[in-house]
């Protein structure tokens, strides 16, 4: 299983900004598809951004897309997502994800940073 550990987390005001990073321990880091979820108190975990391979290709959610920027350093084996103009409705734990592979794999999780954002 590929480790995942997220950082960054932490307590901003509203319009404020914060940046995830998601530090991957596996040497193939580059060939993976990550992404981004949350997770709110009594809500289930949602999609927020994701980055591909190859060109990268990016992928963001609606209530993310403008605020949010996902990237990754492939030589630190490294996802960050760089969240701007903060809203209290963006609270959440913050996940990071490695894209398995059917009949490979079932990818990974991190254990998640919690964001809180304050109005």
């Known amino acids: 299983q590929v480790q995942l550990k997220e950082s960054g987390g932490g307590l901003v005001q509203a319009g404020g900004s914060l940046r995830l990073s998601c530090e991957a321990s596996t040497s193939t880091f580059s060939t993976y598809t990550m992404a981004w979820y949350r997770q709110a108190p009594g809500k289930e975990r949602e999609f927020v951004a994701r980055i591909t391979a190859a060109g990268p290709l990016l992928y963001y959610a609606d209530p993310v897309k403008g605020r949010f920027a996902i990237s990754r350093d492939n030589a630190k084996n490294t996802v960050y997502l760089q969240m701007n103009s903060l809203k209290p409705e963006d609270t959440a734990i913050y996940y990071c994800?490695?894209?398995?592979?059917?009949?490979?794999?079932?990818?990974?999780w991190g254990q998640g940073t919690q964001v809180t954002v304050s109005s």
């Open positions: 994800y490695r894209q398995g592979t059917p009949g490979s794999d079932f990818g990974s």
